[in-house]
């Protein structure tokens, strides 16, 4: 009896592993880089643009057109996508991205990362909306 009690838990960790291993390949799939973004965004065949920081954050200067839904806000917002099948999602500097993509990823979206999120974009020189201001 003990030893099928540890061989049915020895196998239910290896279909947990398994599935953990399945999901870390989706989730790995090729970032966009933010040169490639600004010309499909320019070009108006761009995803949905997701930026998962904070109200503030996104005051501060966004990408232009990007949809704000804080990452900690995602799982119950994720209505406001609108159907989106593909989405680019982006923070500063991609730890929120990665719990963001996570969320979208398990709700059967396409997601990609922007390679370097908010840093790599300001630092390319791409263009940055603020509100209230145009677009630099």
């Known amino acids: ?4 009690v540890i061989t049915v838990l020895l196998g239910l960790v290896g279909v947990f592993a398994l599935a953990g291993g399945i ?3 989706q989730a790995s799939e090729p970032g966009i880089s ?9 070009a108006g065949q761009a995803p949905l643009v997701l930026d998962v920081r904070t109200p503030e954050e996104y005051a501060a200067g966004h990408i232009p057109g ?5 990452h900690d806000h995602l799982a119950e917002r994720l209505a406001e996508l609108g ?7 982006y923070c500063h500097s991609g ?8 969320i979208l990823i398990e709700a059967g979206i396409g997601v990609s990362q922007l390679e370097g999120s908010w840093l790599a974009w300001q630092a390319a020189g791409l263009p ?9």
Do not use: N
Request: hydrophobic share 50%; charged share 30%; aromatic share 0%.
């Open 23 to 25: 999901r870390a390949i």
């Open 95 to 102: 730890r929120r991205a990665g719990i963001a993509e996570d």
């Open 34 to 42: 933010p040169e490639s973004l600004a010309q499909a965004i320019r």
């Open 1 to 4: 009896m003990k030893r099928l």
């Open 66 to 70: 990007a949809v704000l839904i804080p």
């Open 128 to 136: 940055v909306d603020v509100p209230g201001r145009a677009a630099e």
């Open 83 to 89: 159907g989106a099948t593909e989405v680019v999602v």
